[in-house]
Nanobody
Framework: VQLQASGGGLVQAGGSLRLSCAASGRNFRTSGMGWFRQAPGKEREFVAA???????YYADAVKGRFTISRDNAKNTVYLQMNSLKSEDTAVYYC????????????????????WGQGTLVTVSS
């Protein structure tokens, strides 16, 4: 599986962006997908995830502002980010994993098998 993330950019605080992660390969429909982010000098942190059946999970810091979704026909997962804050500034990475107990591991980066290259989101205050 190869992942290609896009959609990052510079936005003012309070604005919106939509990130996309396009996947190649046969296993997208059965893969759990996640978005993580990494700010300079910090560890990669969980943002949102979606299981193969569509169950969604969010970090507390983004709950109510971000929405993750997937389009299996397009092999793509999205992250709609609204009401952006300066603390959302980071490189955003999408990951994919085929894991039976996805609901127990969705927020653990080392559980993911594949990663995209990252897309930079900069929120100016």
């Amino acid at each position: 599986v190869q992942l290609q993330a896009s959609g990052g950019g510079l936005v003012q605080a309070g604005g919106s962006l939509r990130l996309s992660c396009a996947a190649s390969g046969r296993n997208f429909r059965t893969s759990g997908m996640g978005w993580f982010r990494q700010a300079p000098g910090k560890e990669r942190e969980f943002v949102a995830a979606i299981s193969s059946s569509g169950t969604t999970y969010y970090a507390d810091a983004v709950k109510g502002r971000f929405t993750i979704s997937r389009d299996n026909a397009k092999n793509t997962v999205y992250l709609q980010m609204n009401s952006l804050k300066s603390e959302d500034t980071a490189v955003y990475y999408c990951g994919a994993v085929n894991l039976y107990n996805f609901g127990l591991a969705y927020n653990v980066p080392i559980k993911y098998d594949y990663w995209g290259q990252g897309t930079l989101v900069t929120v100016s205050s």
